[in-house]
């Protein structure tokens, strides 16, 4: 199966309006919960955010809040400690731009380059890519669970290719560049719903009669 095969079929059977599963209420609190959901589900994450963000949706509130205050919400989180630490470093570098009170919190201009965000604490190449997807539509493909998985079951990357990084890499030079803006939003869709890493429903998924992969159950 090509990449044009699958980005000409899997978008039609996915809601495009959402962008993304994780529960946010501006930028700010997006980038939070991508930090929360590295290695953790975004059910998981969805379950402790909206009490999270309740008290503290603004980076001056997360900073008030303090770090032991975040890490009551987030306990159930895997690795909350250290990502209480990274969500305090976030929220008191973001204290020092303008509108770091506001609900409806966006990042200053400054920061819609992914070099810029990474140099932000607890932002790392694949939450980056995901903010500036998801926020601003920039045609980046952060390689989550989902996506790693499925780039190599259909034989887009190569054994070679075993971090985010390489795969994301090797995605960007096989996938037609019309699609990069969607990538992440419809391999995780799909990876997550119908292209399971156990028993995949490949009865239901729209690109089966292309798909060659070794575990293909039709």
């Known amino acids: ?32 919960a991508v930090i929360l959901s590295a290695q953790a589900t975004d059910k998981k994450v969805n379950e402790v955010t909206p009490a999270l963000f309740a008290v503290a949706d603004t980076p ?13 919400y987030i306990s159930q989180i895997s690795f909350f400690n250290n990502k209480a630490r990274s969500i305090i470093g976030l929220s008191c570098v973001l204290m020092n731009d303008d509108g770091a009170d506001d609900i409806n919190y966006k990042f200053p201009q400054k920061y819609h380059n992914r070099d810029a965000l990474m140099k932000l604490p607890g932002v790392g ?39 985010p990084e390489k795969v994301e890499t090797e995605l960007l030079k096989k996938i037609p560049a019309k699609y990069h803006a969607i990538v992440n939003h419809v391999m995780v869709l799909h990876g997550r719903y119908v292209c399971r890493a156990l028993r995949p429903k490949c009865a239901e998924c729209p690109v089966a009669h292309f798909c060659n992969a070794s575990d293909k159950t039709v």
């Not at 980005?7 to 959402?18: E, L, T």
């Not at 997360?62 to 770090?67: I, K, R, S, T, W």
């Not at 539509?137 to 998985?149: C, K, S, W």
């Open 60 to 72: 001056e509130k997360m900073v008030a809040l303090g770090e032991f205050g975040i890490k009551k």
């Open 1 to 32: 199966m090509t990449p044009q095969q699958y980005f000409d079929c899997v978008p039609q059977s996915i809601n495009m309006d959402i962008r993304t599963e994780l529960l946010h209420t501006n930028e700010f609190t997006f980038a939070v």
């Open 125 to 163: 190449q694949k939450t980056a890519n995901v903010i500036m997807n998801v926020l601003w539509g920039a045609p980046n493909i952060g390689v989550d669970t989902h996506v790693f998985r499925n780039a190599h079951r259909y034989g887009w990357v190569g054994e070679n290719a075993n971090t």
